[in-house]
């Protein structure tokens, strides 16, 4: 398992966002799956996220904790020391089995600029709370740039494209 974690951990080229039109009044969503932020324990933090054309100026951002051993009560996104809000629109759900992993994911509306905080930010940090205690994974900091920061600079791309 440690040597699974340990590959997810070393790349940093993220995922690509996926784009779906709906048929009718031809409103698009862009969404990109949870990527892993640059841990250094078993249990690792991700990102992810969802934005939707019917509200532009805001997006779901999804919090995501690997080898999870609760749900994610809550989330703290602080971008260059500031605390960015985040208000949860999902309830808190026990971790779901992923292969060898455990996954507890659990999304948070905030605007679309936050996440442009994230990119433009020199020092982003992401701590997940749940019922035992905490993790805090660096986003980005200084050279250290996560799998999570580029799949999220990718969707900020895909939304101003769009």
């Known amino acids: ?96 089995a992923a292969g060898s992993l455990s996954r507890a994911r659990r999304s948070f509306k905030i605007s679309l600029a936050t996440i442009r905080s994230i990119i433009l930010g020199k020092e982003v940090r992401l701590k997940v709370q749940t019922s035992d205690d905490a993790v805090e994974d660096v986003v980005v900091s200084g050279s250290t740039y996560s799998n999570a920061y580029h799949s999220l600079g990718r969707f900020l791309r895909t939304v101003d494209e769009s």
């Not at 991700?46 to 989330?75: F, H, Q, R, T």
């Open 1 to 96: 398992m440690t040597v699974v974690l340990l590959s997810a951990c070393a790349t940093v080229d993220g995922v690509t966002p996926q784009t779906h039109t709906r048929r009718h009044d031809k409103p698009r969503t862009i969404s990109v799956d949870p990527e892993i932020n640059a841990c250094t324990q078993p249990r690792c933090t991700g990102l992810g996220a969802l934005w939707d054309s019917e509200d532009p100026a805001n997006a779901v951002l999804v919090v995501e904790l690997l080898n999870s051993g609760g749900g994610i009560a809550e989330a703290e996104l602080r971008v260059d020391g500031k605390t960015m809000p985040m208000a949860p629109i999902t309830a808190a759900a026990e971790p779901k």
